[in-house]
């Protein structure tokens, strides 16, 4: 049985957290919360939401986001159960909280996402060993197959070579000491 969390606007979210009735909770993985967030929110990230334990009294509504709502729609029975009260989601996320002029915190300094790291890193590889492949040689496409099967291989496992390499990168490092 899926829980329903009822979705509530971003102008309603706003109004009870300034009225101290509601705690956000931002379900996104810390490297994206770094990046940009809705100052006052609470980090906790989705991967490790049974591990850890909310603290928000129970008569304070909890009101879970993410970036878009995605993530927490997908998520309903693990939100529902790890809020002691009253539980609801940010319809449209951060982005949605954003369009209607309410304030971000932002990090323009914090590395990108590792996720849309691998993203711009498995791209450009692709399109490179595609460029290549009709360029240069046909054996260039092996390239792209290569990081085709990589992205598959994460898929399947959970584990991705491509974003562990990643972290390794300066900029991703500086981040995390």
């Keep these: 049985m899926t829980a329903t969390l009822h979705k509530l606007s971003p102008q309603d979210v706003h109004t009870r957290i300034a009225a101290g009735r509601a705690v956000l909770v931002d379900i996104r993985e810390a490297d994206e ?8 929110a609470l980090s906790q990230p989705l991967s490790a ?9 129970p008569a304070t509504d909890v009101v879970f986001t993410c970036r878009t709502g995605m993530r927490t729609a997908g ?20 982005e949605a909280w954003s369009r209607a ?3 971000v915190a932002q990090d323009r300094s914090a590395p990108l996402e590792i996720n849309r790291q691998v993203q711009i890193a498995a791209g450009t590889l692709i399109l490179t060993g595609v460029i290549l492949g009709f360029l240069v040689a046909p054996g260039w496409f092996g390239l792209s ?13 959970g584990t991705c070579g491509m974003a562990r390499v ?10 995390r000491a």
């Design 33 to 40: 919360f770094a990046r940009a967030h809705i100052p006052g």
């Design 75 to 94: 998520a309903c029975d693990r939100l529902a159960a790890a809020a002691q009260g009253d539980a609801y989601v940010l319809d449209g996320g951060l």
């Design 101 to 103: 002029g309410l304030p």
């Design 49 to 57: 939401l049974e591990q850890a334990h909310l603290g928000v009294d």
């Design 145 to 157: 197959g290569f990081v085709g099967a990589g992205l598959t291989f994460a898929g399947l496992t």
């Design 166 to 175: 990643l972290m390794l990168a300066p900029w991703n490092r500086a981040a």
